[in-house]
């Protein structure tokens, strides 16, 4: 019984990928670190899945956070008890996350969050290539 042997090189195969690992992205707000006194800096902010959004400012009334429309599957986040200087949110779920002061809604103090999915991220620059079958024609066995 003849076998078929089609020699793939692994390097064509293997391509550099590099491991997304979580990270803290900070959003200030209440005038601390350049964020407007009824705002939040940045405003809006591209994470990845797994990443812990923290915001920094005075937890005093009337500064409370919570969010308004999250994606399926994620959970819902409020910091209204008025007390300390963060909050932290683990994000769970791809999709846009609306979240305000409940106090100052009016007066634009809104922000948002975009999270994707982390993981493996084939580089732009990554080029694969294959050598011709030999022999060709090829009749019982080949290599690719």
């Known amino acids: 019984m003849k ?3 089609y020699g793939i090189s692994l390097m064509a195969l293997l391509a550099m ?3 997304a690992s979580a990270k ?3 959003i200030y707000f209440g005038g601390q670190n350049g964020s407007p006194g009824f705002g939040y800096a940045p405003s809006t902010l591209n994470v990845n899945v797994g990443d812990v959004i923290v915001w920094v400012g005075a937890f005093s009334a009337p500064h409370t956070l ?5 994606p399926a599957g994620a959970a819902a986040f409020s910091k209204l008890d008025m007390a ?3 909050f932290s949110y683990t994000v769970t779920a791809m999709g846009t996350y609306n979240y ?3 106090l100052h809604a009016t007066f634009g103090m809104i ?4 999270a994707v999915a982390s993981g ?5 620059e990554t080029k694969m290539m294959m050598d011709p079958i030999y022999p060709n024609p090829a009749m019982d066995e080949a290599m690719v």
Do not use: H, K, L
């Open 24 to 26: 803290n992205d900070t």
């Open 17 to 19: 990928v590099s491991s």
């Open 66 to 70: 919570q969010s308004e429309v999250i």
């Open 100 to 102: 305000e002061c409940t």
């Open 111 to 114: 922000g948002s969050f975009t």
């Open 84 to 86: 300390g200087n963060s």
């Open 120 to 124: 493996v991220e084939i580089p732009p």
């Open 3 to 5: 076998r078929t042997y």
